[in-house]
């Protein structure tokens, strides 16, 4: 374990769990590396780098709320209704110095307030003035969400934010833009600044929102009921508070002959990083984590190493956490060592580690309900039985209860442990979109 940072920062955490024993012919190591930040301001009340000094240099964190203002948004009037309570309450969860902005979005996206191009800094006076604003919010339009999303990165870049957020609310479907518009409004944004996307309601598309909040970081989660948006919200809005350090990025090296296999984040939710590699130097590659508070997450790294004789040792990857300084020069807040050691021991050999093996299994849950829900819908029931059956299998052996209560509400479960089902007859949409939705989140392995 390493533990690197500088005073008033909070302090990175980094431990590798491993076999580190191949057998002869050996070539694939992986490990479980655990990401831990403390000392930030979700649990010790301490301010964002920067903020103490907000009034003379601008704020250090800025969000940007955009709101679904579309038609169909008035479909019941108590949607509008809840989305434009739940937008305040959030707005008064932001800390005192923050920057923020709030967009009300159709087949354009409209600065609602502070309407100036810009940003507002949060004191009581502008949240006041921000609650009365949203007021002016009324439903009618279309949905064209790369349009928002462009507008959110043009308020956010135009302060001093270190740390840049956005969370993003629709009821709908994405379809008065083009797929690829919004891809490349994705692609403009990504690394730009986070975002947590939130579905109101069953008529929006799960695949749409899960790949808006990959691409820029966040989470994604469906609120089925519009009544439970404001609890939401404020949530979301807590959790963005407690940031202290943006852009942190996972750099791993590996010696000559080996090369990274994949890079996946396993906890708190299932995504994988491999493709977003940016070369950092010989041998060297960054995969972006986005933004920290006080938090941990946990990542599989697979390696491919030469082939080596039984007795031989070599580090197979060397993984630091970095944040980007403006003089170029990279700070390391953590590091930790993957290694390969070749034996004849079988029992030593073919140990699989238990964090190993518990984020393998919670991966395949994710894909094998994925997998299982595209079935159903495309009317596959045998396969969709199979597929659905192996996740009540696996999400009863590795202990994710939730997961097994969600999948129970698609499933009969005639026996969870030989994962033996039947499919329901009916199923409510809410209740299909909450288990795709949520497919991904996992729960922590007991070290």
């Not at 944004?189 to 799960?206: L, M, Q």
């Not at 010989?282 to 004789?309: F, I, L, M, Q």
Request: with cysteine; charged share 20%.
């Amino acid at each position: 374990m390493a533990i690197l940072s500088k005073p008033n920062m909070p302090q990175f955490s980094v431990d590798v769990y491993q076999n580190e024993y191949l057998p002869e012919g050996g070539r694939e190591v992986n490990a479980i590396v655990t990401v831990t930040s403390t000392g930030g301001g979700t649990t010790g009340g301490h301010p964002l780098p920067g903020a103490a000094a907000g009034a003379r240099n601008g704020p250090a964190a800025g969000v940007v709320v955009m709101v679904d203002c579309s038609g169909s948004m008035e479909y019941p009037p108590t949607k509008m209704r809840n989305a434009r309570d739940a937008t305040a309450v959030a707005i008064d969860a932001i800390r005192d110095g923050v920057a923020f902005a709030v967009i009300g979005g159709t087949h354009v996206a409209r600065e609602v307030f502070p309407a100036n191009g810009g940003l507002a800094v949060a004191d009581p006076a502008t949240r006041a003035q921000a609650r009365q604003a949203l007021r002016r919010l009324t439903a009618g339009g279309g949905t064209a969400i790369g349009t928002w999303l462009r507008l959110a990165d043009k308020l956010l870049s135009s302060g001093d934010a270190a740390i840049r957020h956005g969370i993003l609310l629709t009821d709908g479907r994405n379809e008065h833009e083009k797929p690829e518009e919004l891809q490349s409004a994705l692609d403009s944004c990504a690394g730009r600044f986070t975002c947590d996307a939130r579905g109101v309601g069953t008529d929006w598309e799960v695949k749409e929102l899960t790949g808006i909040a990959s691409a820029l970081l966040g989470s994604v989660d469906i609120v089925a009921d519009p009544a439970g948006l404001a609890a939401d919200f404020q949530a979301m809005m807590e959790k963005a508070m407690g940031k202290e350090v943006a852009d942190v990025s996972l750099r791993l090296w590996t010696p000559q002959g080996s090369e990274i296999v994949f890079v996946k984040q396993v906890a708190p939710v299932v995504e994988d990083v491999t493709a977003r590699r940016v070369e950092a130097g010989p041998r060297a590659g960054d995969y972006p984590t986005g933004s920290w508070g006080d938090e941990s997450r946990d990542y599989h790294v697979c390696v491919r190493v030469p082939n080596a004789g039984v007795g031989q040792e070599m580090l197979a990857a060397r993984l630091s956490l970095v944040l980007p300084q403006p003089d170029g020069t990279p700070q390391v807040l953590g590091q930790g060592l993957v290694r390969a050691l070749w034996t004849d021991d079988m029992a030593a050999s073919t140990r699989i580690n238990p964090q190993v093996a518990h984020y393998t299994g919670q991966a395949e849950l994710a894909q094998a309900i994925q997998q299982g829900l595209e079935a159903r819908k495309s009317g596959d029931m045998d396969g969709a039985t199979s597929k659905l059956g192996r996740a009540v299998q696996l999400a009863s052996a590795l202990g994710n209860e939730d997961t097994a209560k969600l999948l129970a509400k698609v499933v009969d479960v005639v026996d969870a442990p030989s994962g033996t089902v039947r499919l329901k007859a009916r199923v409510a949409d809410a209740d299909e979109m909450t288990l795709e939705t949520r497919s991904t989140k996992t729960v922590r392995v007991k070290k």
